[in-house]
């Protein structure tokens, strides 16, 4: 039988509730950097730092509203300057400086770190728990399609961290992304472009919140993509673990010797 | 008698093998052979700034959010709006950077893991002749990508 753990894993490769699970994987601390410069707190919530992560960008949501950031991004972009000096509030703009570069220091550091982690647990090997099943629910390493994970994070962003069972990410897009698509007004926007009525999309959105909708949305479906790859991988982990535990008895005959 | 099969990693997988277990075969008569898999090292050194097979999507990530960005922002004073140039953004910065990257992994190295359609797992195993029958059936049921029965034994 295989045994599964009673002695503390010291390097453990992930962890698996009936609500979610986490995975230690190897990640490029660049990108993990380019994720935080595009929104603070996503580059830790693409890492193993979930909560971190998230009380990031709420943060960042709050000031980026009240400084109005987006709004003077969108007219320094557009090369009306003025416009984009008269529009800004300074009383939380230069809180902004700091959790941005906070943020992106911080999950390149982070990165390092968890590929330190990653490498040391497969070293380690610790038997790995397949599945799961508590009052919340059922939970379990499964082999599942990368490309349906994105497809659905394109439809609904969350949607493809709820295929893959990470429950706190998916909880955390879905409700995020239903505040930014009301305050947007990105919906009815969707409605006047496709009838052609571009004049009427432009009037109906809010700039301000409207700046937030590409990250966002375009982080959904990578991470979701991501997580997908990363667990089918802790799967075949878990399974070589065990045929290797189970079927490689001392006691089987070889077909040919010498 | 000797059967070998190869398999992916999957529930599959362990089904069929229960199968087997359950027609009567024990553990020790069964031999299964995980593949380590190339790229998956475990040097410390050569993987640690690696983003480890799944890079290929990440350059296409990068200017795609980026295109889109810039793409919901010139919309502003472009003829379409924000949604159409927000996509168009999107789909031709995902473009450019899945191409790029793909220029640079072909540049960087140029054997690159294109089989996942090979066997993960191989299973041997020792049953007797009037077995093999029901064996063979079990490992195609259970998406066995090949299964070969070894025509001579040496006892």
């Known amino acids: 039988m295989q045994d599964y753990p009673t002695h503390i894993v010291r390097r453990p490769k992930s962890a698996i509730s009936d609500y979610s699970l986490n995975v230690f994987h190897l990640r490029n601390p660049l990108v993990a950097a380019w994720w935080s410069m595009v929104y603070p707190g996503f580059g830790h919530i693409r890492e193993v730092s979930i909560a971190k992560g998230m009380f990031l960008f709420i ?10 950031l987006n709004l003077a991004i969108m007219y320094s972009f557009t090369g009306k300057f003025a416009m984009a000096k008269k529009v800004l509030d300074t009383h939380l703009l230069l809180l902004y400086c700091g959790i941005l570069i906070f943020a992106v220091w911080d999950s390149y550091r982070v990165a390092l770190e968890i590929n330190k982690f990653s490498v040391l647990a497969d070293h380690e090997n610790a038997p790995l728990v397949p599945a799961v099943i508590g009052s919340g629910g059922l939970n379990a390493y499964e082999k599942r399609n990368p490309w349906i994970s994105l497809a659905w994070s394109a439809l609904v962003p969350g949607a493809g961290h709820l295929y893959n069972m990470t429950l706190l990410p998916a909880v955390f897009l879905m409700l995020g992304g239903a505040i930014i698509i009301y305050f947007s007004h990105l919906l009815p926007a969707i409605h006047y472009t496709a009838l052609g009525q571009f004049a009427l999309a432009k009037e109906v959105v809010d700039w301000q919140w409207l700046l937030n909708v590409p990250s966002f949305y375009c982080f959904a479906i990578y991470d979701a993509y991501v997580k997908t790859v990363e667990i089918n991988k802790i799967f075949d982990q878990e399974q ?7 079927y490689q008895s001392p006691l089987f005959k070889m077909p040919f010797r010498y | 008698m000797y059967l070998v099969a190869s398999f992916h ?3 599959h997988t362990e089904i069929a093998i229960t199968k087997l277990e359950q027609l009567g075969i024990p553990p020790e008569q069964i031999l299964a052979v995980p ?7 475990r040097n410390i050194f050569d ?24 793409g919901v922002i010139y919309g502003f004073v472009l003829e379409w709006g924000p949604i159409v140039w927000g996509l168009l953004g999107l789909a031709g ?3 450019a950077g899945f191409l790029l990257d793909l220029l640079f992994s072909k540049l960087k190295h140029s054997r690159e893991r294109s089989h996942e359609q090979d066997g993960e797992l191989f299973v041997l195993i020792n049953c007797d002749k009037d077995q093999v029958k029901e064996v063979e059936k079990a490992l195609w049921d259970h998406l066995a990508l090949g299964v070969a029965v070894l025509p001579a034994t040496i006892e």
């Open chain 2, 9 to 11: 990693y999957n529930l």
């Open chain 1, 240 to 246: 070589a673990q065990f045929m290797k535990n189970k």
């Open chain 2, 35 to 41: 593949l380590e898999k190339r790229g998956e090292t």
């Open chain 2, 93 to 95: 910065g995902f473009l």
């Open chain 1, 59 to 68: 943060g960042e949501l709050l000031i980026n509203t009240l400084a109005h």
């Open chain 2, 47 to 70: 993987t640690i700034h690696h983003a480890d097979g799944i890079s290929m999507f990440d350059g296409g990530a990068i200017l795609g959010t980026a295109c889109m960005v810039l």
